[in-house]
């Protein structure tokens, strides 16, 4: 985690892609769906995805979205609605849809 956010932060996102890309199914299969470092690392994964400083293609951000739809209910069931874990990613989820549809309509 603190790995592919340092990868983040140094603007190395295909090789942050990359590594949470192994990380996820590997976090899943050990601590469960319902386990928060899951839920971390599947949120920084769509972040990374979001965040590509301009290099964000259409398929990101709607991997992205993707990832963020099948995360929010299970946050939601796991924590609760009110729980700021959980705003926290229903914001994200708003933030994220917006940003596919000013690239799906934007002329490029």
């Known amino acids: ?14 090789e942050a892609k990359v590594l949470l890309r192994k990380m996820i ?18 949120a920084n994964y769509a972040a990374t995805l979001c965040n590509a400083k301009g290099g964000a ?9 993707d990832t ?9 069931r796991v924590f609760g609605s009110s729980h ?3 705003e926290h990613i229903e914001g994200f ?10 690239r799906e309509t934007s002329p490029r």
């Open 1 to 14: 985690m603190n790995y592919s956010a340092s990868l983040n932060n140094l603007q190395r996102f295909e």
């Open 25 to 42: 199914p590997v976090t899943r299969r050990a601590l469960g769906e319902g386990h928060s470092l899951t839920f971390k690392i599947r």
């Open 93 to 102: 989820l708003r933030d994220a849809r917006a940003a596919l549809r000013a």
């Open 57 to 65: 293609t259409l398929g990101d951000l709607r991997e992205a979205v």
């Open 68 to 76: 963020l739809e099948d995360l929010e209910p299970t946050m939601r």
């Open 84 to 86: 700021p874990h959980t």
